[in-house]
């Protein structure tokens, strides 16, 4: 671990934040499996780090009931319905947007399931990669909004202001011209419940 990862868990404890550092995605879904009993259900949001680690995968194919709102075929008000559920899963697992040194972390949203599972499930996990480490609070919402949410909506073909040029245009980006992602944020900032909350923070670059 170097400096500022010391320094960001040091900032993780003092916010009631447990964190885990982990040099690979191996060894962070690894760990994500040795955290949750194969009985417990799980919830979780849309992220490239998630995919990238296969871990809703590994969870599913062991047996834990998992809140899957993505999958093929399913019709919009039943995607929705099974976000509802997710948050209320056990475990709810999600990506971060941005982590500021100081342990601070950004969330957008644009269902609003990302910002409830994290704000106020049972038992959290974020998994980020050391990509997402920003100096401040300031530049991680820069970071959120200005990255790595025109790249989701580029991935996702989201027909957001942001989609052609990869600038956000805030301004403008409104319905129904525009179908925006950021319709929610959410920064936690602390913790009040010992063990809820807890990162795996990777070693490695993941999602955006
Ligand atoms: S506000 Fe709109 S244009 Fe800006 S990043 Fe969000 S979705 Fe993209």
Redesign the pocket.
């Known amino acids: 671990m170097d400096k500022q990862v010391e320094v960001l868990f040091e900032n993780w404890r003092k916010r009631n934040i447990a964190g885990l550092y982990c040099k690979a995605r191996d060894l962070a879904k690894a760990a994500v499996l040795e955290m949750i009993p194969k009985e417990a259900s799980i919830g979780f949001s849309g992220s490239k780090t998630l995919e990238e680690i296969e871990v809703i995968k590994a969870l599913a194919a062991r047996g834990n009931k998992v809140f899957d709102p993505y999958k093929a075929g399913i019709s919009r008000e039943e995607s929705l319905k099974i976000r509802r559920e997710a948050t209320l899963a056990d475990f709810y697992l999600a990506s971060a947007n941005a982590i500021s040194q100081n342990g601070e972390m950004v969330f957008?949203s644009g269902y609003g399931n990302r910002t409830s599972g994290v704000a106020y499930a049972k038992n959290v996990i974020v998994i980020c990669g050391i990509n997402k480490i920003t100096a401040n609070i300031q530049e991680a919402m820069t970071r959120a909004?200005?990255f790595a949410?025109?790249l989701n909506?580029k991935r996702l073909n989201?027909e957001?202001?942001?989609?052609k040029d990869g600038?956000?245009?805030?301004e403008i980006?409104r319905f129904p011209e525009?179908k925006?992602?950021?319709c929610q944020i959410l920064t936690i900032e602390a913790e009040v419940s010992p063990g809820r909350l807890r990162v795996i923070l990777v070693g490695e670059s993941l999602g955006y």
């Open positions: 957008f909004r200005e949410t025109p909506c989201w957001s202001a942001c989609l600038r956000c245009h805030d980006c525009y925006r992602m950021c």
